[in-house]
Structures are given as structure tokens and as C-alpha cells.
């Protein structure tokens, strides 16, 4: 059945622009004839950060997009062409399907390894990257209630084109349904696949555990030099909860973040505070035993975003949750 799938998409590219199901409106640009789709994942709701600026010693600047996600990765013949010869219909494709050319570079103009791995990119065997020799570009498309995001990596092994194309958008309309709790209690929202919101967060950060080693928890922003952590709800918390059940020999440090304001040891005792604080939610009102779940804090030395703004310093106030994969 995944592989009949997978023939009607690379019919559907063959013949010009495909709509993503999914993703209302979404298009990704054709593909080859002779390409093999290596791999395809859909997020109904996440968030990814897209690279607005190549690696400047630091960081790579960025901005935070969500919606729904869809991973396209598919492989082809190189057949004597340059990762540049590979990008450049596809970028066309995308300008033709209304798209403005917002970020792009190559390998050691984009900062080559740190560039790289600061990028939404599956891992081996499915994409390969060659760190010389790969090539980024992001778009995007404005909407009435919204931005529709696409982003190529395109890079090559001796024989092969490795493409794998990013899409963050609005997803489809689903029909919500409310449940019969009263009304001060949290609202249960499910979807057309009758799978609750909660249950659907949980995927999400489950996958994002499992692909990145890492996920920020989303919902439980904090105010400049505070580490008070409100009453809730708190879906993400309740998400990783549910994981860490699931996964009882399973355990998680929450890193604790914080914007520049202030100095670095201040700021890395505070950053701890908060991952502390989460860490007492989690095994005082979530009941996760103490031993899952560990506490640390970086203060600034890891920014999503650049602190000169408003928006990036809340950005960098936050929690991630890091597997220890440790023995």
C-alpha cells in the first residue's frame, strides 16, 4: 500500500506541481522521472526553525515557523550535473508556484558543518549531505491568515542527487469536536482521525525525541529574570509525561535557557531554576518518578534567536527536554 502511495505522489510530481495533502495549498516543486522517494513524513502541528542567514561564528540566524510539517526526501541519478544544476528548477518551480526566494547559499558560503546541522535535515541513509558540497534555499508564500514555508537541501555522492524538501503550512481544516467536560475544565479537542489534541502532542514530541535526540517544550514561556512556572494547563508537560510512561526505562534532562540580560553565572543559575521548576511539575503533579527526570541549566550559551530583539530573547527564554541516552 506505502509503496502504491508512493508511485501516485511521484505521478502526481511528474506532471507538474504537487498539492501535499495535509497541507492546504501546499506545493512542492517536480521531480525527476527517475527519482526515488527515500523518505515522507508528515507533523500535523509542529513548529521548526528555518536558517534566515548563513553561520555568522556563533550562530545560524533563523526564525521559528509552524503548522504542518511534511518531510519530502528523494534521491536521483546525478548524471554528470552540479548540485547547483539540480537546484535550480526546483527553485524555479517554486517562483513559478508564487513563491519569493526569501534564504539561499552553498556549502562554505552557508558555514558549511555548523550551517549543516543547525538545519531541519533527516538523517543518513534516506539524505545524505555532503558538508563541500550542498546547497540551501528557503521560501516562502504569504497568505491572508498566514506564511506557507518551503525550504530545499540539495546535495550529492558520487553518483546520486539527494533533495529533501521542507514544507511548513497551514494544515487542512478538520472538524473539532468538544467534549461534554464542564466548563472550567481544559477543552478535549479531536480531529477528523480521532485522535485527541493531547494525543497528537504527544506524537509530535515523541517524534521529535526520537529524530532529534531533543524538543523544545513548547507553552511555558518565562518572564525575564523569572523561573515561576504558572498553573497551567501545560500540554507539552502533559505530552512528555505521557511519553516518559510509555517509555518507563526511558529518562530526559531539561535544560533550562534564558535570554542576555544579566550576567552568565546569574543567568546559568537561573536557567537551572526553570528547568527545576518544570522538573517538580512533572513529578509532583504528573507523578514521573525523580529518577526520569534530571535537571540542568546554559543560560544564554544556546540561543534559538538573536537576543538584540524582543522576540528573540523570548524565543531563548525556555525548556528543551534531551534524552540521556548515557550508560
Known amino acids: ?16 506541481l504537487l498539492i501535499w495533502p495535509g497541507l492546504a495549498g501546499a506545493m512542492v516543486p517536480e521531480i525527476p522521472e527517475m527519482a526515488t522517494v527515500a523518505a515522507d513524513e508528515t507533523e500535523a502541528a509542529s513548529s521548526l526553525r528555518i536558517p534566515t542567514g548563513p553561520y555568522d561564528g556563533q550562530i545560524v540566524p533563523s526564525q521559528r515557523a509552524e503548522g504542518a510539517i511534511r518531510r519530502l ?7 554528470g550535473r552540479s548540485t547547483l544544476q539540480v537546484i535550480d528548477p526546483l527553485k524555479a518551480d517554486l517562483i513559478a508556484g508564487g513563491y519569493r526566494i526569501a534564504f539561499q547559499c552553498a ?6 558543518f555548523d550551517f549543516r546541522f543547525a538545519t531541519d535535515t533527516l538523517p543518513e541513509p534516506a539524505m545524505h549531505v ?32 539527494f533533495v529533501q524538501v521542507t514544507q511548513v503550512g497551514r494544515p487542512d481544516p478538520a472538524p473539532a469536536v468538544q467534549s461534554t467536560k464542564s466548563p472550567g475544565d481544559s477543552l478535549r479537542i479531536e480531529t477528523a482521525d480521532g485522535r485527541s489534541a493531547s494525543a497528537q502532542d504527544e506524537t509530535a514530541l515523541a517524534d521529535r525525541l526520537a529524530r532529534d535526540g531533543h ?8 518572564a525575564t529574570a523569572a523561573a515561576t512556572l504558572g498553573t497551567g494547563p501545560f500540554p507539552a508537560l502533559e505530552a512528555l509525561a505521557d511519553y516518559l510512561r510509555a517509555h518507563p526505562g526511558s529518562k530526559v534532562v531539561l535544560v533550562g535557557h534564558t ?3 544579566g550576567g552568565l553565572a546569574g543567568n546559568i543559575a537561573l536557567s537551572k531554576k526553570r528547568a527545576e521548576a518544570v522538573r517538580d511539575h512533572l513529578v509532583t503533579k504528573l507523578g514521573i518518578p525523580a529518577a526520569q527526570v534530571a535537571a540542568e541549566g546554559v543560560g544564554f550559551l544556546a ?7 524582543d522576540r528573540g530573547r523570548t524565543e531563548n527564554r ?3 527536554a534531551v534524552l540521556d541516552t548515557s550508560q
Open 1 to 16: 500500500m506505502r509503496a502504491r502511495r508512493l508511485l501516485l505522489a511521484l505521478a502526481l510530481l511528474w506532471s507538474g
Open 73 to 79: 526526501v528523494w534521491q536521483a541519478p546525478l548524471d
Open 107 to 112: 556549502a562554505a558560503g552557508c558555514g558549511g
Open 130 to 161: 555532503d558538508l563541500g558540497d550542498f546547497r540551501f534555499l528557503s521560501a516562502e508564500k504569504a497568505r491572508p491568515d498566514g506564511t506557507d514555508h518551503v525550504t530545499l537541501m540539495v546535495s550529492r555522492s558520487e553518483e546520486r542527487a
Open 215 to 222: 524538543a523544545v517544550l513548547a507553552g511555558i514561556d518565562f
Open 259 to 261: 535570554d542576555t540580560q
Open 303 to 309: 540561543p534559538l534567536s538573536s537576543n538584540a530583539t
Open 318 to 320: 525556555r525548556v528543551e
